[in-house]
């Protein structure tokens, strides 16, 4: 059985540390757990300031995912070939939904089937390093499209009532999330010049912690 913790981050507890809390105890984490350090003051933050580590606390490290190629109508190593036509039917973006959000949201999805090979969830991710590159004809990384992709599938519960906060789809009216989930975890994005495969804007890379388990 999984130990309903509140340092576990699968037990969807998610801590905003002040800095008495080395006093406290919270810091080292017990063996097996993690403490996550959310900013002060905000309701949703997106990221967390940190994550600590306990000993002995087992880890799952994922390779860098970029989009599967699922919009065969599309040329192939062009970004439209990594639309989810799942997603977005006919691989045709709502208003205000750039292909750098498509990318992400495909990307994303990829991820969680990856975790869930590995026996884990979104929840369980504790850290997480973005990979941008410019979209085609644009100077600079789409960083906003990529925040509403994450959004998506992390960082959307309210810390005060653990209910979801509605996320915006591109230009349209925030809805409810794909995925909630109120883990944060630690993130860095940075812009690329090149990805690995022609056509990407988006790869992702997560760290992930196996909750500990009871006896």
Do not use: C, H
């Amino acid at each position: 059985m999984r130990r309903s913790a509140i340092l576990v981050p699968a037990a969807a507890v998610l801590l905003a540390v002040p800095t008495g809390a080395v006093a406290g105890g919270l810091f080292p984490p017990r063996p097996g757990t993690t403490v996550t350090v959310l900013p002060a003051g905000q309701d949703n933050p997106s990221i967390a300031d940190g994550v600590a580590i306990g000993k002995g606390t087992a880890l799952y490290k994922s390779s860098g995912l970029g989009p599967a190629a699922l919009n065969p109508a599309a040329p192939a190593g062009s970004e439209a070939r990594y639309i989810d036509t799942d997603v977005f039917p006919g691989g045709v973006l709502p208003p205000g939904v750039t292909v750098t959000e498509a990318q992400g949201i495909n990307v994303l999805r990829r991820i969680g089937e990856n975790l869930a090979r590995a026996g884990l969830t979104y929840q369980d991710v504790i850290s997480m390093r973005v990979f941008l590159q410019n979209p085609d004809g644009q100077e600079r990384m789409d960083f906003n499209g990529w925040n509403r992709a994450y959004r998506q599938f992390f960082a959307n519960t309210s810390l005060s009532t653990g209910k979801p906060v509605p996320v915006p789809l591109g230009s349209a009216a925030p809805a409810p999330p794909m995925v909630v989930n109120p883990a944060r975890p630690s993130r860095f994005a940075l812009e690329i010049e090149n990805l690995p495969v022609a056509g990407w804007l988006v790869e992702v890379e997560v760290d992930a912690a196996y909750p500990a388990k009871g006896k």
